[in-house]
């Protein structure tokens, strides 16, 4: 029994093993029942769509780190869509169009971390009224519409392949996580974003500037979750309004999956890169054995409150150690 719970200790407490463990599992079962899941071609689309959790995700890592949270990602990924095409529909260069897009992932961002952080006010209400007020204003500006009238040039971002059928999203969003593991793993700035999510006011008193810290991050996850709608539009070559629609709780059930607390100061981005290929493995696999779409968020929804309790209970084990 003692041997027992010495395992499952050990299985809890390594964030990728507890990730990787059920998506070997998952990828056995899906490919039993339906052996197209491993052909090439399905298996870069299911890297395509983690791609798109990951490059929000990585970021994302860093704001639970700190013991933060934020759910108005999906708004904001519309947003920078949106933004982006309307400005090279309106015959700006496509460069100038893309930041422009960012500036407005930004503008959310700096508005959102000066509430939370200087007001002190609850990221969950905060986060969430920022959803509604910017899915608002997407809707308002767009009537609702896909809005297009992008560059054929814009295309490559989202249509792009390089090596013959490996997506230029799948490459960027690999980049960007092991630039974001290397900054949490091995940079002074890493460390203090663990010491805030273990004890802000101690690191406080220790001389990191936890206000500034904390600011930045929120900004950083709005930015690419900007970004992430840039692609997005990209993709589809039209700025959707509904691109973000529920990826807010996906991604952040995905970092969560793969062993970033939610209560701050435990995590890796490598095991964010797990957690956002396995949800990508289930979406993919549903389809496959031909679960009906509607049962999706159901599951989705069952895979975020277990995902939160192995947190908790990791927790649990740590405290106890």
């Not at 056995?28 to 490059?55: E, G, K, Q």
């Not at 933060?68 to 400005?87: K, N, P, R």
């Not at 970004?227 to 991604?251: C, K």
Request: net charge positive; aromatic share 8%.
């Amino acid at each position: 029994m003692e041997k027992k719970t010495g395992l499952l200790k050990t299985i809890t407490s390594k964030n990728e093993i507890g990730t990787l463990f059920p998506l070997v599992i998952m990828c056995i079962v899906i490919t039993a029942i339906n052996p197209a899941f491993i052909a090439f071609d399905n298996i870069m689309d299911v890297f395509r769509t983690a791609s798109y959790y990951l490059i929000v995700g990585a970021p994302l890592t860093l704001l639970l780190l700190t013991a933060d949270m934020d759910l108005s990602i999906g708004a904001v990924t519309a947003l920078g869509g949106v933004v982006c095409v309307f400005a090279m529909k309106a015959g700006l260069p496509m460069v100038v169009a893309i930041l422009l897009g960012l500036a407005a992932g930004a503008a959310v961002g700096i508005f959102k971390a000066y509430v939370i952080v200087e007001l002190e006010l609850p990221a969950l209400i905060v986060t969430l009224g920022i959803q509604y007020a910017v899915n608002g204003i997407v809707s308002v500006t767009t009537q609702g519409m896909s809005v297009s009238g992008a560059t054929d040039a814009f295309k490559i971002f989202g249509q792009g392949r390089i090596f013959g059928n490996i997506h230029l999203t799948v490459i960027f969003a690999l980049l960007i996580a092991i630039i974001f593991q290397i900054v949490i793993s091995r940079t002074k700035y890493g460390r203090s974003v663990f010491a805030i999510g273990g004890n802000p006011e101690t690191s406080r008193l220790a001389g990191i500037p936890v206000k500034k810290r904390r600011i930045g991050i929120h900004v950083m996850v709005s930015v690419f979750a900007a970004l992430t709608g840039i692609f997005m539009a990209s993709r589809f070559n039209s700025a959707q309004t509904t691109a973000g629609q529920g990826t807010e709780l996906t991604v952040m059930a995905a970092v969560i999956i793969g062993g970033t607390s939610m209560f701050g100061g435990s995590g890796s981005v490598t095991g964010s890169v797990l957690g956002c290929i396995l949800l990508a493995v289930i979406s993919n696999g549903l389809v496959l054995v031909r679960v009906p779409s509607f049962w999706q968020n159901l599951i989705f929804g069952i895979i975020l409150l277990i995902s939160v309790g192995i947190d908790k209970y990791r927790q649990k084990l740590n405290s106890a150690a």
